[in-house]
């Protein structure tokens, strides 16, 4: 072997390699933060090792970020994965509408999201806002959308939801699209219903396209920040301070580095444990849906 | 085929060398790159007499918030130039973001900006790192000062609020001078002169005259003409800004204070039964009286509203008001008036403020000729140029508060000069300073909102006072 042919693999390894480095480098340096007490009033910190995660796991504050961050991510991503889907199926049928609509449904996928946030606050101002203006014939002119709790988080889920379904309806549309035609022709040979068709052969060679999506949307929106930002600065309260939020306010509002990194170390390795039980969940399903169609 | 594999094992090996190489550097150069520091001042370089060509062909890079202050400084900008020769390059930000630039740059340690807009409370956020030139030394070298900038013609209280020993707890006045004041804004009620004619209303003199007022208004304005209009609009989002204008003032004039301090310790006070009594009122006002959505009224909102008829009263600062009611601002221009707003129990108009102040990099390479940029934005020439010819209000220089000129520009609004000139000497900062500053206001106006809400505002308040009591003691 000539020594050109030998270090071909060497040289084409080096993009790959320079992009770990730019990635882990970073990575590296903010893991290695958070094992100092680094702030802006501790420019030259003392090392205290695991101290910071100690305090972040032992605050209140923390487990009130992860749990709105969960139900801020399973809300979200489960909502857009059922209106999705149920789009997804109502534009397979290709009409004219259908590929109208579909163009339309891409729009707010073009709107940055804290565009879209920033609309939406406006949209839900109670007294000059357009969906008050709308409710209002049917008496229910005066609900004041983020001031509550509830209403804020349901808000900003609302928000994501109508930023990133037209996500989750194309990936299942294409899906949908490449599904093998035989099994549905044999179906409707032996006379199969469309609940029928539906349950035991699209559901399950779908799920794949699904899940790809649900990943997506389901680690997306554990990091949301944009969206919540702009719509309620994670309040009332700390009713939306996802952690994200709260990595943010550490780190650059409040300026104690190592501690607002320690925050999204923790959050890393949440949105890392879920996307690698997710993908392993994706192999499975990729593999049933592969019987299916085989059938 | 070994020989292969060793060698594939050594190139990674070897690579990954190279690639920790970095993180180690970095690790080994600490944090926030030179620490190198020196005890004197550069100021004590420029010797000689005051010359402001001393700096002739130098750029000084400035970094500034969108605000009608800064349009006026930037409109006069060529007048420097001429008397100095020094260029000045400016990059200008929206509020909302521009402290993030600021900080993340300051911290960063570089000097990208040599001079930068900053307010007194981000004195004690930047003081303490080191990250803010003292300018106590530049305004005491006559060689690098001209006697026309007349350090006495400040009104004293402003100086002061940028002055800190950077030590926790101890008062404003003493110590470096971290910042130069620039433009500032009272807290005071202004009101739709309208409304209250309508209504046969008058100014509150007292807190519960005032939570009476927003309460009548949001109830009778809108039957007599007054289309949506609520009582009294006040800040309420998630941020430290809710705090300080209003709230602050109305707590100020009650004797109530955010810390107290005993031999340096600070230990929260704003869950002291008198607070917690206060902030339970604010919170009733804002229900009963306030804007619908509240918990995202910043002070863009609220002086819209003021603008657009939509709110009978602001207390807020007076700037907001003001650039409501000149004259083709807004709907409600000319029908604005203002009011130092309620005393307190014994009388009080203890005012907080807001100071725009003009600081300078530490780490600046162009000291000299940032600091000729600061003396003639700070100056008597353009703060009067830009009160007269812009909209630069709310002078830091008495010789412009009582100049002819500003106050011809001033009189058609309804008592805002009286209003000013009531409340000047008694507005200053009205927190104790502190480093953790900015974590303490964002979670007071989320205890704000809690209480708002419907929360108990003293477990609310306690809760407050338990974390922050970790953080600042």
Redesign the interface.
Known sequence: MGWRL?LRP?VLIVPA?LL??GI??PF??GL??TL?D?S??K???DMVRFENYETVFTQEAFWNSAWVTVLYAVGAAAVETVLGVTVALLLHRSTIVGRVLEKILILPLMIAPVIAAIIW?LM?????GVINYLLRPFGLG?V??????TG?LLSSIAVDVWVYTPFVAILALAGLRSLPTSPFEAAAVDGAGWWYTFRRLTLPMLWPYVLVAVIFRFMDSLKVFDIIYA????????STVVLQIRAY?EA????R?SFGISYTIVLWAVVYLAAMVLVKHLGKIQRKAAEVSAK | MDMHVHDRRRFLALTAAAAATPLLAACGAGFGGDDSKSDGSAADDVTGSFDWKREKGTTVKALLNKHPYTDALIADLKSFTEKTGIKVEYDVFPEDNYFDKLTVDLSSGRASYDVFMLGAYMVWQYGPPGWLEDLGPWMRNSSATGSEWDQADFFPNLLQADQWSLKAGAPLGQGGQYALPWGWETNVVAYNTDVFKKLGLKPAETFDELRELARTIKRKAPGAGFDGMYGIAVRGSRSWATIHPGFMTMYARNGLKDFTVEGGKLTPAMNSPEAVAFTEDWAGMVKQGGPPSWTSYTWYQCSSDLGAKKAGMLFDADTAAYFQAVEGASPASGKIAFHPGPKGPDGSLATNMWIWSLGMNAKSKKKSASWLFLQWATGKEHLLKSAITHNHIDPVRRSIADDGAYKDKMKHLPGFIETFETVVDQTKIQFTPQAQFFDATTSWASALQEIYGGQGAKSVLDGLAGDLADKVG
Do not use: H, M, N
């Open positions: 030998a060497y390699l770990t480095c882990l480098y590296g340096l290695y933060y100092f680094f802006a009033s420019p030259q910190p606050k839900l101002q109670p007294s000059v005066g004041q959308w983020t001031d509550t709790p804020a719509l309620t600065e994670g309040g009332p309260g700390d306010l650059i509002r409040f300026q580095y």
